[in-house]
């Protein structure tokens, strides 16, 4: 079965700092990688994907198949990117399920 | 459009009872999702359902059913409710038309659930 691993519940980084926030997963196939985002009181909502290879606010991530890993980047971190973040998988076609992991708790000190 | 919605917000619930959660999806849209959100967890995938039809299903036990209305709207029903059960009910939903890029889900503002 499919398992995605963020190893950091917490993360602090000053502004202006280069953010990463850690997304590892376990698939023998080729999985669809996701970012998800929820802001203080606000609804999840989709960051970015790794088929469309678009920046989002300043964020990037790129799919690493022989590390398995998909970590989220920003080059210089902004107090509105304090969140929760979560990575996710979705496997197959035909099927809308995302496996998440257990998300991280991002905070930009001023 | 509003968004996906869900009722009620917050539900109070006592051991062994049973409860309905509800959820519109945005319009045209014909896939709906569930998903259970222990707190400090990752939202944990339940049912699936695409124009009518299971379409997916999580690792929940049989208290937990589905379905899902001619307008695309659902319902998820949990019976003999459990302390376990609390939890924040996340409803999602998307077109369903799934290609080679994939469909968004976008999802609810979920419901939250307390079983005493």
């Known amino acids: 079965a499919q398992r995605v691993t963020q190893p950091e519940k917490l993360l602090s980084v000053f502004k202006g700092a280069p953010v990463e926030l850690k997304c590892n997963y376990s698939y023998s196939g080729s999985p669809e990688l996701f970012w998800y985002v929820q802001y203080s009181r606000q609804r999840l909502q989709l960051l970015l994907r790794h088929i469309s290879r678009e920046s989002i606010k300043g964020f990037t991530a790129d799919l690493n198949k022989g590390e398995t890993s998909f970590h989220l980047k920003k080059p210089f971190a902004q107090e509105e990117d304090s969140a929760m973040y979560y990575c996710?998988?979705?496997?197959?076609?035909?099927?809308?399920?995302?496996?998440f992991g257990t998300g991280t708790r991002l905070t930009i000190i001023p | 459009d509003a968004g996906v919605t869900q009722s009620p917000t917050h539900l109070i619930k006592t051991r062994g009872q049973q409860v309905t959660l509800r959820c519109s999806p945005i319009?045209?849209?014909?896939?709906v999702s569930w998903y259970q959100q222990v707190l400090g967890q990752g939202p944990q995938f339940i049912f699936q359902y695409y124009e009518k039809e299971e379409r997916g299903r999580g690792n929940f036990p049989d208290r937990f059913s589905a379905r899902q209305f001619p307008n695309y709207s659902s319902e998820l029903n949990v019976n003999a409710l459990l302390l376990g059960d609390s939890a924040l009910y996340l409803c999602?939903?998307?077109?369903?038309?799934?290609?080679?890029?994939?469909?968004?889900?976008?999802f609810g503002p979920g419901t939250r659930l307390l079983v005493l």
């Open positions: 319009s045209g849209h014909k896939s």
């Open positions: 999602a939903s998307s077109r369903g038309d799934r290609g080679l890029s994939g469909e968004t889900q976008y």
């Open positions: 996710a998988l979705r496997v197959g076609f035909g099927n809308e399920k995302l496996t």
